[in-house]
């Protein structure tokens, strides 16, 4: 990629590794989701980065970054995208997060405020993911709320049984459109695996037992929220997200757009010129 590659090293020793484009202006910050990592956004640097600034990494345990045992859950990962910001010497970014890294700034923002945000976009992730309790069942798939309970800790499960191989296969063709070729579902699942258990399951866990509705009407910073009409998340809850945003913007990526789970990378130019129109619009 022509990417300045760098360690930066968090607070309890996890070594997390980085790329930075380099350039002038407020850089791009992408958050990769659960099981997933830095080198599924490269096909979309390459589209951004002539005009931008473009900073990825590996969050721990994902990738090429460091092998931990601690740390499984998305605080943690906020606490280490506020380390990889002061170790790049980023004071303002736009941040854009996909699946659980919409999780991840959701996180962030509750425990470091907005004094860094340029701009948020969040990309295809339900703010509640599981029905808890004092969600209504009749109003929590609004929100993207599809699992229960059980479902929850019988995917948790499954990850740790002998048929994980298998789960997490199903899991990640769930999410890409019927048209991906078979090399590039073999590479993204090659990259899915890099993720050890059990620690990506206790992640996995604490990432869909969260709800995250209450940060929404405290943003402030100008936001996107993208869905995909052909995505495993119902594009309703996407709807739902940037209707609880003050000021939010709504895109959703049609099918033919590569609009489902990995619009980035199975479509990368029609998402990329969404991303450059929002973040240029910014002020």
């Known amino acids: 990629m022509g990417s300045d590659t760098r360690t930066l090293t968090t607070r309890d020793g996890c070594a997390l590794a980085c790329r930075d ?6 850089p791009i910050v992408l958050l990769h989701g659960w099981s997933q990592s830095q080198a599924m956004f490269d096909r979309l640097v390459a589209l951004l980065r002539p005009g931008h600034r473009v900073v990825t ?3 721990r345990n994902h990738g090429v970054s460091g092998r ?14 506020g380390q990889v910001l002061s170790g790049l010497g980023i004071d303002r970014a736009h941040l854009v997060g996909h699946s659980m890294g919409a999780s991840v700034l959701w996180s962030y923002l509750e425990l470091y ?12 992730q339900p703010t509640a993911c599981t029905v808890l309790p004092w969600l209504d069942p009749s109003e929590a798939p609004e929100a993207g709320a599809i699992l229960d309970y059980a479902g929850a800790g019988a995917f948790a499960a499954g990850l740790l049984s ?4 298998t789960v997490r296969h199903e899991f990640l063709t769930s999410m890409l459109t019927r048209q991906i070729p ?7 699942y090659e990259q899915n695996l890099l993720l050890p258990m059990p620690w990506g399951a206790r992640l996995l866990l604490d990432h869909v037992m969260q709800d995250w ?28 997200t940037a209707a609880h945003i003050p000021g939010a913007q709504l895109r959703i990526m049609t099918e033919a757009e590569g609009g489902a789970h990995f619009s980035f990378f199975e479509s990368p ?9 929002f973040v240029g619009r910014v002020p």
């Open 213 to 240: 509705r209450d940060v929404l009407g405290r943003i402030g910073a100008p936001t996107l929220v993208i869905g995909g009409e052909a995505s495993h998340v119902d594009p309703t809850s996407q709807a739902w």
């Open 57 to 59: 990494y590996d969050m």
């Open 162 to 165: 002998d048929t994980a191989d």
């Open 68 to 81: 931990t045992g601690e740390g499984a859950r998305v605080s943690a990962l906020a606490a280490d995208l």
């Open 182 to 188: 078979p090399q590039d579902l073999d590479w993204l």
């Open 113 to 124: 405020g907005p004094e860094r945000v340029q701009s948020l976009v969040f990309v295809d």
């Open 21 to 26: 484009t380099g350039g002038d202006g407020v």
């Open 269 to 277: 130019h029609a998402f990329a010129r969404v991303l450059a129109d």
